[in-house]
């Protein structure tokens, strides 16, 4: 069951909330070309700031230390580029600072897959292998699994839109997306999310 969202939308932007494989940078990418908005990941936009991967930064700092960065980040983006097409890394829902600025923001659709998806998919993207952290010392699809459970309600807390992205090419997830946003849509207040299904 799912949570109402938090707050008011005020914002004109979009937010894509997921998990890590659902497509939020590639989904996002078709948005901004499709509205003429710009998309800006917080992700990129972290290793930029940092000067080294999201990867590095967890083994040199640790994920307290992440979190704060992203934070910042966040905050910074939801101020310099309103209406934009934002992307946001799995876990930046977890701090609720976050959650709030996303939902103030704009609208906010979560992509979802399974869990058995998502390992799929990752282990065939040896870039994400390679510059994203485990974030727990089991086998990926437990991890997976295990990050959902946790990371889920937070989804569902700021979600206005859920997309199952499944068995869907980034063309149709987009155009979904599209139905419930477009740039000209005014700001609006908050309800039970639209489950595209």
């Known amino acids: 069951m799912s949570r109402e969202p938090m707050g008011e939308t005020n914002g004109g932007g979009l937010v894509l909330v997921g998990y890590r494989g659902t497509g939020k940078s590639t989904v996002g990418r078709l948005l901004a070309g499709r509205s003429g908005r710009p998309f800006v990941d917080v992700d990129d936009v972290i290793v930029a700031r940092a000067g ?7 083994e040199d700092s640790g994920e307290p230390a992440f979190r704060e960065l992203e934070e910042s980040v966040v905050r910074d983006l939801v101020a310099t580029h309103p209406g934009a097409v934002l992307g946001t ?12 600025a996303l939902t103030t923001f704009g609208l906010v659709a979560w992509l979802r897959a399974d869990a058995d998806e998502l390992a799929r998919r990752l282990e065939a993207d040896s870039a994400t292998r390679e510059t994203r952290p485990s974030l727990t010392s089991k086998g990926a699809l437990e991890e997976i699994a295990e990050v959902l459970a946790v990371r889920t309600p937070f989804y569902q807390e700021i979600a206005q839109v859920v997309v199952d992205t499944q068995e869907r090419g980034p063309a149709e997830v987009a155009d979904l997306i599209l139905r419930h946003w477009s740039p000209s849509t005014v700001a609006r207040p908050a309800g039970e999310p639209h489950a595209c299904s």
């Open 52 to 58: 080294r991967t999201i990867r590095a930064i967890f």
């Open 89 to 100: 890394g799995g876990g930046t829902i977890l701090r609720e600072a976050n959650r709030r």
